[in-house]
């Protein structure tokens, strides 16, 4: 459940209120009893840092550092090397195989 910010406009207290999206939000101050209590528009809770999963695990094709899950070889000694495409492009229809012949 997300954690809204709540400040009055008449008397200025604020307080932090844990509630369900669904919710309705809050209108009446529990200080004052004032019906100017309102939602404040704060920043996340939580911040993206460091070089990421997609830096560390796909960008350089599982070749670079990072936390990598490795893919087991195939027993013939081959490398395996994953296909790669494009993020934004879609993945290509397969070919339709032809009839088989049939014997008259």
């Keep these: 459940m997300p954690i809204y910010a709540y400040k009055c406009s008449a008397c200025g207290f ?3 209120v ?10 009446e101050c529990p200080a004052c009893g004032a019906d100017a209590f309102s939602k404040q528009v704060t920043a ?4 993206l840092k460091g070089s990421g ?3 560390t695990d796909f960008r350089d ?3 670079g550092g990072g936390n990598k899950t ?5 027993s ?3 490398s395996a090397k994953p296909a790669e495409a494009p993020a ?7 070919a339709a195989a032809p009839p088989a012949p049939s014997s008259d």
């Design 61 to 63: 094709g599982g070749k």
């Design 44 to 47: 996340a809770g939580f911040q």
């Design 76 to 78: 013939d000694g081959a």
């Design 88 to 94: 934004s492009a879609p993945a290509p229809a397969p």
């Design 14 to 16: 604020a307080k932090d």
């Design 18 to 27: 844990l509630q369900k999206m669904s919710d309705a939000p809050l209108t």
């Design 53 to 55: 999963w997609y830096v």
């Design 70 to 74: 490795s893919a087991s070889s195939p």
